[in-house]
């Protein structure tokens, strides 16, 4: 039988093996390894919420109200105040009739496409969605299409293609997207998208998982970005372990769909409700993020990003801003150069990303002062990576 140590060496040759760092402090822009101080570009905890004392109140409080442990799946032992609450608020937030949470976004990806579509059914993504939706897709046992990122024409042969073969009157046609692209920042066009899926009788799943509290003059997301809401989007998906600071994940959809899910998803069926603390500050969280002050949040995130991607003479979509430097070497070498200068940022590889695309992944926070974004700059540009404007 073959070894994990055999397994683990042949990564290690292709410097594929990846290990674990210990954090010894909060996750904030300053983050302690070691006994030494990092600047950190590595989270996606774009609103700087993980740390906000707000909702580390409302955690407080949630302990304090609800206890410490959900008991059992919401099936089983009932919904818990705040959970009811929670999905009345984020289902009104994204304006669809209903919401459903789980315990990550993986598991909300995993339990809706495996629910909603079958043998009889056809899935259609864009190649570079998220693992979790690949993954989901391929549980449901639904014929997969896949289209190259972003590529309209493809993505409409696969739907007059699917249109031909699925029963309209009992099978289901998805196509599936992300709003923000979690490794290379880039946006999916939505309109489009949506145009395609309606002219073929198709479903949208869309996963805002990078920009539920970014985009969007509310911080809905992209489909506010783009004025697409009112049901439109039938399938809105997010999670509340990026922007929302907190972890979790939803899907926002029509009454019948969140009731069929209830029965079907089993992720949700089959796993332990979150602590009630985590969903009660969740409440809080969307109302922050709905506000004045999750607008002001915003305002200073994108700031930075510009700040950003104007030192590196690239324009940004998103709070990702990804430095492509091919292979796996250089990508981990950059990422060493780095954190030896102080700073940590992901090296990113294959299969994360396609091979050949290695990559430095640098997600920037409102959270960042200007200053820390300027040293960035300046380190990156003394080690030469990505050759930023001087
Ligand atoms: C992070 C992410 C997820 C998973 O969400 P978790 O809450 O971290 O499990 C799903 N989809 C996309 C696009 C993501 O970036």
Redesign the pocket.
């Known amino acids: 039988m073959r070894t994990p140590e055999d397994e683990l060496a042949d990564l290690e040759a292709k410097h594929l093996r990846r290990r674990l760092r210990r954090i010894d402090s909060p996750q904030q822009p300053v983050v302690s390894i070691e006994d030494r101080d990092y600047l950190n570009f590595s989270s996606?905890d774009y609103l700087g919420l993980a740390t906000d004392t707000r909702l580390k109140s409302a955690l407080i409080e949630g302990v304090e109200r609800f206890g410490a442990g959900a008991g059992a799946s919401r099936l089983v032992c009932g919904t818990l105040g705040p959970n009811a609450e929670l999905e009345e608020e984020l289902a009104a937030f994204k304006r669809t009739e209903a919401g459903l949470t789980f315990s990550?976004?993986?598991?909300?990806?995993m339990g809706t496409l495996a629910a909603l579509a079958g043998k009889e059914d056809v899935i259609i993504l864009d190649k570079w969605?998220?693992?979790?939706?690949i993954d989901g897709a391929r549980l449901s046992g639904a014929t997969l299409r896949i289209f190259p990122h972003n590529d309209l024409d493809k993505l409409e042969s696969h739907l007059a293609w699917a249109q031909a073969r699925v029963k309209p009157s009992t099978g289901r046609v998805l196509v599936v997207t992300?709003s923000?692209?979690?490794m290379d920042g880039d946006r999916a066009p939505l309109v489009e998208i949506v145009t395609l899926k309606e002219r073929y009788g198709a479903w949208l799943m869309l996963?805002e998982?990078?920009a539920f509290g970014v985009l969007g003059d509310s911080g809905r997301g992209l489909a506010e970005a783009c004025g697409i809401e009112d049901g439109r989007v039938d399938l809105q998906?997010g999670?509340?372990?990026?922007a929302a600071g907190l972890?979790?994940?939803y899907l926002c959809a029509s009454r019948a769909v969140i009731d069929l899910l209830i029965n079907r998803a089993r992720s949700f069926i089959y796993s332990t409700a979150p602590p009630p603390a985590i969903v009660f500050a969740a409440k809080a969280a969307v109302r922050l993020i709905a506000s004045e002050a999750g607008r002001e949040l915003r305002d200073r995130l994108w700031r930075n990003v510009g700040n950003f991607a104007e030192g590196l003479s690239m324009e940004a979509d998103s709070a990702i801003v990804p430095v492509i430097l091919g292979e796996n070497e250089a990508a981990l070498a950059a990422a060493e150069t780095l954190k030896e200068a102080g700073f940590l940022i992901p090296a990113i590889r294959y299969p994360t990303v396609p091979r050949g695309k290695a990559r430095l992944r640098v997600t920037i926070s409102s959270a960042h002062r200007e200053a820390q974004v300027d040293a960035l700059l300046a380190a990156m540009r003394d080690a030469g990576i990505g050759c930023p404007a001087s």
């Open positions: 996606n990550s976004g993986y598991a909300t990806a969605c998220h693992a979790s939706l992300e923000i692209f979690s996963d998982a990078h998906m999670t509340l372990s990026k972890s979790g994940g």
